[in-house]
Structure formats: structure tokens, C-alpha cells
């Protein structure tokens, strides 16, 4: 796998320069001589991108670039926070080395990694060095790498030079007072000073605050999809979060009035937006991605339980033989009955995380494996989804009612996949109708 990643990555490194003449950027490159754009990600948690089943979603790698291409390159610096993946599952693991490569492919200066990401990039190869275009920093100690606590980027800019140096900090480990000398005396240097924070402790922040008057900036982990201003609009330090998932790009714009002062900074947080141009390069990333997917067949390794009381899921077709055809031939003809087909036309048909929403009883032994082992009885979102398993009601001509487990429309139509499905709930859930009224939900038995 090693030697894979290592061929990959060079690869990258090879398609890197084309994929930045080709990809259609957001806006014409803004290259004004008194302002430098730092674009702040982190908390990617394994989100490459959007599941793309409804309109609306927020987010992408593929998109990001469109972003960071609104500043000439001359102009910007691109930093990650951390916290690359969420697990080290096997398929977490593929995001890992996944996302590695599309930093390469996205600019990024300077990725800060968490005590997890060292973990995990040990074993992936990261800390032996697999031709990263971008520079690793880490308040983690290390013992047999040396990886350094923080990065300074130098900028040419109205005939001054101004240095941007972005450290990384964990409070549980270094006293306070260690801040100051992660930043050098800039004297009459133009600087801007960026600290990454492993938590957001107010009582860490205040001191921090108060004791390292050198730092612009301070960063901290995110709890929530959206960034935070955390600090007052006009007050130094700016301190902020950077949300979750990919699903904004935090842009700090640094104003310089004078020579001699410090420059102004205004924070936004940038939406990622599906109407964004999708850079080739990381599309294509991201098709590997799904072939590495398959062929580590995921789908049979995924952990699958016992259903109670004999319980088998037997698929929608069974349902029709008995006593519901007509609920069948309606159900046939709305969108659920072509759930499967939409993971299809996407390349997504292999993916857990994906096909556990479209198929029948993916967690349960009885249920969806794979379309090899399952054909197509479970396939798409069936009868046994909303009713439960139909073996007994089946054998029994009717006379045992379904039970347990029911799937709840909002186990899949989550915020995450459905952003607008709670807000519209009703009309939502006349699109399902597939009964005979006065009829509700559930009560096809």
C-alpha cells in the first residue's frame, strides 16, 4: 500500500501544475499590493466531499480550489488545522491517504497534525516523507521525527517584506509563558503571527491574550459544522474556529494602512457551494478513491447483528407476492424505488457510508451485502425499511404484524444529507404516499 501512496503521490506532483492552469477559478485572481488572504481549513474528519443526494449541500475538495484561486497565489497562504480523518477504520484509513494527496493538489503551505494524524500518518508513511508539497507542523513531540511547532512563509509586498509564521500549541502540555518564543521579536519586521490551539479553554485563550502581545491570531478546534468568531469584531487576537467537514473555508484578509503598523485584519468564513467549479484533478482523486473502496470490499466487511426472534429481512418483492401489490406498484414508481440506481450513475455503489441509506437492512445479517452476494431483493429503499423485517409477517400470511427495528425517516435524511428535509417535512412526506387512504405511515402491515 506504501509503495502505492509514494506512486500516487508523485503522480499528484506530476498533474499538480496542470490542474492549476485548467481549473476554472472562483473569480479573476486578486493581487492587491497592500493586502495578503490566509485560507484556514481544519476538522476535515473525513469528509472528501458531500453525498450529493439533495440540492444544497455545503462542502467538496474537489471545490475548494475555486476558493483559495479568488487570491493570486503571490498573495495567499493556504493552512490546514488538523484533524484529518475521525477513526482509523479501513476505509477512514483510504480517506487519510486520500486527503494527503489532495492538500498536494490544493497548495496548501503548511498542515498542522494532530496527535491522532501522527498516529495514523506514521503507519501511512506521512512522517517518512512521501513527496509533500506542503509542510507538516505538530505540537506533538515526536521522538525519532523531527517535526517542527511552526512555519513562517515570506511575502513581498509594497516594497516591504512581511512574515507570516503559523505554530501550533497544546496548553495541557507547555506552560503559557512558551507562546512568546514560538514567535520571533519582529522589531521593525512586518509580521503576522497565527496560533493553533489543541482546545479553546477561555482561561487558556485570556492568558495567552495578556502574556503574548506578538500573537495576531488564534485558532481553535470546532464542535460545529460552521465556524465561530469567538473574539470581538475589532479586538487582538482574532480568534475564531473553523468549522467542520470541509463545508466553509475561513479567509483572514491582512490590510496593511502603513510600513509601520500592524496590519488590519478581517475575518469571513467562505461557503463552499456546489455551484463552485470542480477542479479535474481532485474529481479524478476522488474516483480513486472510490476504486480503492472497492476493491478493499468494504461492503462485506461491514459489521452486521443478529435481528431478535428469527427475524430475516426477505426484500420488497416478497411483500408483493402476498397481500400488497398495489402498495408495492405504487412504491415502484417513487424515488425510493430507484435509490440504488443514483449511488450507480455516481460510482458510489460501493461505499458503506452511501449504500447504507439505499438499500434494505445493510446492518442486520439478513440484509443487503453486496449486489454480488444480495442481487436485487434488497436493493433501494424497500418495504422493510419503514416496516421492519417481513419474514414472520410473511409466513403468517399477515397475521403477525412487523416489528422492530423500523428505520425513522431521519436516520438517513439527516442535516448532513437532507439540509432542507425538516423544513419541509410534509411535503417531503407526500412524495412517499404508496398506500390506499385513509391509510398512515406504518400501518401497511
Known amino acids: 500500500m506504501k509503495q502505492l501512496l509514494i506512486f500516487i503521490c508523485t ?10 492552469l485548467l481549473a476554472k477559478p472562483l473569480a479573476k485572481p486578486v493581487s492587491r499590493t497592500n493586502e495578503l488572504t490566509l485560507f484556514l481549513t481544519g476538522n476535515e474528519l473525513g469528509a472528501l466531499q458531500p453525498c450529493g443526494c439533495t440540492g444544497g449541500q455545503l462542502g467538496g475538495l474537489d471545490r475548494r480550489k475555486a476558493v483559495f484561486d479568488s487570491v493570486a497565489v503571490s498573495k495567499r497562504m ?14 477512514n484509513l483510504i480517506k487519510f491517504d486520500i486527503i494527503v494527496q489532495a492538500y498536494n493538489l490544493l497548495g496548501y503551505d503548511v498542515v498542522n497534525l494532530t496527535e ?36 513562517t512563509k515570506e511575502f513581498a509586498l509594497q516594497e516591504k517584506t512581511v512574515f507570516v509564521t503559523i505554530a501550533t500549541f497544546d496548553a495541557e502540555l507547555s506552560p503559557i509563558d512558551q507562546v512568546d518564543e514560538l514567535f520571533a521579536d519582529g522589531g521593525s519586521l512586518q509580521t503576522i503571527n497565527v ?35 469567538i473574539s470581538e469584531l475589532n479586538e487582538r487576537p482574532l480568534v475564531f474556529s473553523v468549522g467542520q467537514f470541509g463545508k466553509y473555508v475561513c479567509k483572514v484578509q491582512a490590510v496593511f494602512a502603513s510600513a509601520y503598523e500592524k496590519p488590519n485584519l478581517v475575518f469571513s468564513p467562505v461557503k463552499v457551494v456546489e455551484d463552485l467549479p470542480q477542479d479535474k484533478s481532485l474529481v479524478d482523486l476522488y474516483k480513486d478513491y472510490q476504486q480503492f473502496v472497492k476493491e478493499a470490499k468494504l461492503l462485506e466487511k461491514y459489521p452486521r447483528f443478529t435481528l431478535p426472534d428469527g427475524l430475516k429481512y426477505e426484500g420488497s418483492k416478497s411483500c408483493s407476492k402476498s397481500c400488497h401489490e398495489y402498495e408495492y406498484e405504487k412504491w415502484s414508481e417513487k424515488e425510493h424505488a430507484q435509490a440504488y440506481e443514483t449511488l450507480e450513475k455516481v460510482g458510489s455503489q460501493f461505499d458503506p457510508e452511501c449504500v447504507i441509506c439505499h438499500v434494505v437492512g445493510m446492518d442486520y445479517e439478513s440484509g443487503f451485502i453486496s449486489e454480488e ?5 434488497f436493493r433501494d429503499v424497500g418495504c422493510e425499511n419503514c416496516h421492519g423485517p417481513g419474514s414472520e409477517h410473511n409466513r403468517t400470511l399477515g397475521r403477525t404484524k412487523t416489528t422492530l427495528p423500523w428505520s425513522d425517516c431521519t436516520d438517513c435524511h439527516t442535516p448532513e444529507h437532507s439540509p432542507d428535509f425538516l423544513d419541509h417535512e410534509l411535503v417531503n412526506f407526500e412524495k412517499i404516499t404508496h398506500w390506499k387512504e385513509p391509510y398512515a405511515a406504518k400501518s401497511v402491515e
Open 373 to 377: 452476494k444480495s442481487g436485487d431483493d
Open 78 to 91: 493556504v493552512i490546514d488545522t488538523g484533524s484529518l480523518i475521525e477513526t482509523d477504520s479501513e476505509q
Open 11 to 20: 503522480f499528484a506532483a506530476g498533474i499538480f501544475c496542470i490542474s492549476a
Open 116 to 151: 491522532k494524524d501522527i498516529e495514523i500518518g506514521r503507519g501511512r508513511g506521512l512522517l517518512d516523507g512521501m513527496g509533500l508539497f506542503y509542510n507538516i507542523i505538530s505540537s506533538v513531540t515526536v521522538y525519532d521525527v523531527n517535526i517542527p511547532r511552526k512555519f
Open 195 to 229: 496560533l493553533i490551539l489543541n482546545n479553546c479553554d477561555e482561561q487558556v485563550i485570556s492568558s495567552i491574550s495578556e502574556m503574548a502581545s506578538d500573537v495576531d491570531c488564534i485558532v481553535c478546534p470546532s464542535e460545529t459544522d460552521e465556524p465561530m468568531m
